[in-house]
C-alpha cells in the first residue's frame, strides 16, 4: 500500500466512525427527547388537572383568607368572653373555673390551628 491508499483508508474509516458515532448516540437521544416531548403533550391533554389547578389558585387563596379571617374572629370572640369573666371576677370576686378553663382551652386550640393554617 502506497501513502496515498493508506490517507484514503483512514479519511473512509474516519467516516465509518462519525456515521457508527451519529448512529450509535445522536438517533437514540434524539428519539428519548422526542418521545419525552410527545409523552408530556400527551399527558398534558389526557390529563389537564393542573390547568384546573392554575384556575383555581385564586379561589384557593381567598378561601384560605377566610379561613384565616374566622380563625382570627374566633380569637377575638373567646378573649372577650375570657376577659368578660375576668371583669366579673373583678367586680364581684366570683368566677366559674369550668367554663374559664374551657374558654382558655378552646383559645389555646384555635390559636394552634391558626398557626397550622398559616
Known amino acids: 500500500m502506497s501513502g496515498t491508499e493508506q490517507k484514503k483508508e483512514l479519511k473512509k474509516n474516519k467516516r465509518i466512525s462519525i456515521k457508527n458515532l451519529y448512529i450509535k448516540i445522536f438517533i437514540p437521544v434524539f428519539l428519548i427527547i422526542l418521545t419525552f416531548l410527545i409523552s408530556s403533550i400527551l399527558y398534558a391533554f389526557l390529563f389537564p388537572s393542573h390547568i384546573y389547578f392554575i384556575k383555581n389558585q385564586s379561589e384557593i387563596s381567598k378561601m ?3 379561613l384565616l379571617n374566622e380563625k382570627v374572629r374566633r380569637i377575638e370572640l373567646l378573649n372577650n368572653k375570657i376577659d368578660s ?8 370576686e366570683t368566677i366559674n373555673y369550668d367554663k374559664y378553663i374551657q374558654l382558655r382551652n378552646a383559645l389555646e386550640n384555635e390559636r394552634n390551628s391558626l398557626w397550622k393554617i398559616k
Open 64 to 66: 384560605h383568607e377566610e
Open 85 to 92: 369573666i375576668d371583669n366579673d371576677y373583678l367586680e364581684n
